[in-house]
Nanobody, 124 residues
Framework: QLQLVESGGGLVQPGGSLRLSCAAS????????IGWFRQAPGKEREGVSC????????KYGDSVKGRFTVSRDSAKNTMYLQMNRLKPEDTAVYYC?????????????????WGQGTQVTVSS
């Protein structure tokens, strides 16, 4: 059973940067499509970024394109989300997730392995 644990959240000023980590155990991430999602208070969960397990194609939500970068380190069995030029509207609980569904990133509802979430607050 794949288990995911996020870390790296916190309070940052607008324009600042944070790097979120998601450490996996119980299985190797290389066989999974991996993604980051976020949920702000009173809002629905939003897909932030994703890496397909087939082809390694990455996807980003329109609101984070050019500012966020998703990556994985196979040796550490860990995925990352580098967040730059943060804005107050990026404030949310961020979750990492994984799926070995053949639909990968094209089906966000197929993600069935989730971390516990980490809070990111962007405020001056």
């Amino acid at each position: 059973q794949l288990q995911l644990v996020e870390s790296g959240g916190g309070l940052v000023q607008p324009g600042g940067s944070l790097r979120l980590s998601c450490a996996a155990s119980g299985d190797t991430l290389d066989s999974y499509s991996i993604g980051w999602f976020r949920q702000a208070p009173g809002k629905e969960r939003e897909g932030v970024s994703c890496i397909n397990n087939i082809g390694g194609i990455t996807k980003y939500g329109d609101s984070v394109k050019g500012r966020f970068t998703v990556s994985r380190d196979s040796a550490k069995n860990t995925m990352y989300l580098q967040m730059n030029r943060l804005k107050p509207e990026d404030t949310a609980v961020y979750y990492c997730a994984a799926t070995n569904s053949v639909f990968g990133c094209s089906d966000p509802s197929g993600f069935d392995n989730w971390g516990q979430g980490t809070q990111v607050t962007v405020s001056s």
